[in-house]
């Protein structure tokens, strides 16, 4: 099993910035994305940004320019810099990671995780 602990969710005003992060609990092995979601009152969760296990990204059109996904192997985290802000970026924000770990015995267990959510509030 793997947590996913999201941070760096807040109230901004638009044209603000804001750094979500996110921290895997146990080592990864091998990436095959890992990425953010948002999910706003009333609307389906939508893929904001994802970085392939290669280092290549990927970004929803409503966020290219302004949003970027980076990561640190070394600190098992995914990061999402957040800038020009705009009201309707508000939502509940989730990390998601389709990663392989080593579980307890060693072997090698691949899955689909999530983390609780961030809230981003972007106020007009």
């Known amino acids: 099993q793997v947590q996913l602990v999201e941070s760096g969710g807040g109230l901004v005003q638009t044209g603000g910035s804001l750094r979500l992060s996110c921290a895997a609990s146990r080592s990864i092995f091998s990436i095959n994305t890992m990425g953010w979601y948002r999910q706003a009152p009333g609307k389906l969760r939508e893929l904001v940004a994802e970085i392939t296990g290669s280092g290549s990204s990927n970004y929803a059109d409503f966020v290219k320019g302004r949003f970027t996904i980076s990561r640190d192997n070394a600190k098992n985290t995914v990061y999402l810099q957040m800038n020009s802000l705009k009201p309707e970026d508000t939502a509940l924000y989730y990390c998601?990671?389709?990663?392989?770990?080593?579980?307890?015995?060693?072997?090698?267990?691949?899955?689909?995780?999530w983390g609780q959510g961030t809230q981003v509030t972007v106020s007009s």
């Open positions: 998601n990671a389709k990663v392989t770990v080593r579980d307890t015995s060693w072997r090698l267990s691949s899955g689909n995780y």
